[in-house]
């Protein structure tokens, strides 16, 4: 007994570690291309480039939507590792074609979307090595990882291109992304047990397992499945669509400086590693998963009101707070998914779910610059230069995408509440993934019952 808790104690966080240096080491590379990238993306569409900003990443979130229950279902029938390593390699693929070629840049981001769902197999891989408890924990890691990666890395991309220019944080990010590629290839062990591959190897992948809308039709006929993904999809698309214009409206409308922000990234990403790790296991264990989810929504709601209405720095740097500790819903999300999806799922489910968040990553960027031109919020014109005209005055709303943003969390906090309780799920789930496995041995001596409520469609159809 005390060799099994001194190995979950031990080894098991070894082996999240494996997640935690590939999530980081991609955020950072593309983190490093921060101030680069909008440099290039100016240069390269300088009439409409947040129009083409949105375009390019919604293409970009469409090929991830459409990809994503694929790559899902096939990592759970060929392993984590190989599928991990394609994941990594076309999402960075990108980065050197910053300085080649501008325009092949863009086009291999929009096209890299078929295989950015880095996080849809990491979470796959953190579900196969560990133990349900411990999920939530590990997912908020893997989390607070990807606010680590981005504490520093922007400032350091700034620094580098203010310094020495732009082709050498492209190069330092193409390094750090061949580091990556390297340690998935040669370091990364696979998670997927042996025996489930060996069992799984060759077997067909139905075209309901690949088709994205099946998946879609498969959750309308699942309530809790169905309540987690609308609460994904409302929260998640005013998230996408600020990180497309965020950085650019401080400057632009808040006036920050360039040091301003990178200081501002780095104190929301520290106090995120803080939230996903420290506070996130203790709201887990105190008040539960729903209710950590409910928590994040509501800590989302209020930062993106105060986006909205804030027209003062202070204001930014207090919501930027708040917002650091919205980063706790993906991750409780996350471990309620896995929940409710038995051990030779994971990879479908949370395929799924980075499915619905790749649509959003392509609507949200498109949903936000349609609102700020519905609203005359110039974000195009790309200067550090400071406006001095007297005539210039801040709007009442200087914001209006952050306020629409937080009546869509609204409606998700709505949602999120009749979502069921764990326990309740968990029992559900063992208890049809007993009836499934089982069926072909017991059905002649216990008929199992004809009640299609009795079965969680979603998990059912994705083990065929």
Not at 130 to 136: A, K, L
Request: aromatic share 12%; charged share 10%; proline share 6%.
């Amino acid at each position: 007994m005390l060799l099994l808790q001194i190995r979950h104690c031990y080894f098991a966080p070894w082996n999240v570690s494996h997640a935690v240096v590939v999530i980081f080491l991609e955020f950072f590379a593309w983190g490093l291309l921060t101030t680069p990238m909008l440099t290039v993306l100016h240069e390269t569409f300088p009439q409409h480039t947040f129009l083409m900003n949105g375009l390019i990443q919604g293409v970009k979130g469409l090929l991830s939507f459409l990809s994503a229950p694929l790559i899902g279902a096939l990592s759970d029938v060929w392993g984590r590792k190989s599928f991990l390593l394609v994941t990594v390699f076309f999402t960075c693929a990108p980065i050197p074609l910053m300085r080649i070629s501008p325009w092949w840049y863009f086009a291999m981001i929009s096209v890299s979307g078929v295989f950015a769902v880095t996080f849809s197999v990491i979470f796959a891989y953190v579900a196969d090595i560990t133990e349900e408890h411990e999920r939530s924990t590990a997912y908020g890691l893997v989390s607070a990882t990807f606010a680590a990666s981005l504490v520093t890395s922007p400032a350091i991309g700034a620094y580098l291109s203010a310094n020495y220019g732009d082709s050498l944080v492209v190069l330092v990010a193409t390094i750090i992304a061949v580091v990556d590629i390297a340690f998935v290839l040669l370091v990364v062990p696979e998670s997927l047990p042996d025996k489930m591959r060996l069992t799984s190897w060759g077997s067909p992948i139905s075209w309901e397992q690949a088709d994205p809308f099946a998946s879609l039709r498969r959750v309308g006929k699942d309530p809790t499945v169905l309540l987690i993904c609308v609460t994904v999809f409302l929260s998640y698309l005013p998230e996408a669509g600020q990180y497309s214009s965020f950085f650019l409206y401080l400057r632009q409308v808040i006036e920050f400086s360039p040091a301003a922000i990178a200081a501002f990234i780095a104190m929301v990403g520290i106090l995120s590693i803080i939230a996903q790790t420290l506070l996130l296991t203790y709201f887990m264990r105190t008040i539960g998963n729903k209710n950590t989810v409910l928590l994040g929504l509501g800590f989302q709601l209020f930062q993106l009101a105060w986006y909205g209405f804030g027209s003062e720095p202070w204001m930014m740097w207090a919501a930027g707070t708040v917002a650091a500790m919205s980063s706790i819903t993906f991750p409780a999300v996350s471990a309620l998914v896995s929940r409710i999806a038995a051990s030779d799922q994971q990879g479908c489910v949370q395929g799924m779910i980075t499915g619905i968040r790749g649509l959003c990553n392509g609507l949200g960027p498109a949903l936000y610059g349609f609102i700020f031109f519905l609203f005359n919020v110039e974000l195009n014109e790309f200067t550090f230069q400071q406006d001095n005209d007297p005539k210039h005055t801040k709007p009442t709303i200087p914001g209006p995408p952050f306020l629409f943003g937080a009546c869509l969390v609204l409606l998700a906090f709505l949602v999120a509440m009749f979502i069921p309780d764990h326990h309740s799920m968990a029992v559900k789930t063992y208890t049809d993934t007993r009836k499934i496995s089982t069926s072909n041995n017991l059905q002649s001596l216990n008929p199992l019952p004809a009640s299609e409520e009795d079965i969680e469609p979603l998990l059912q159809d994705s083990s065929m």
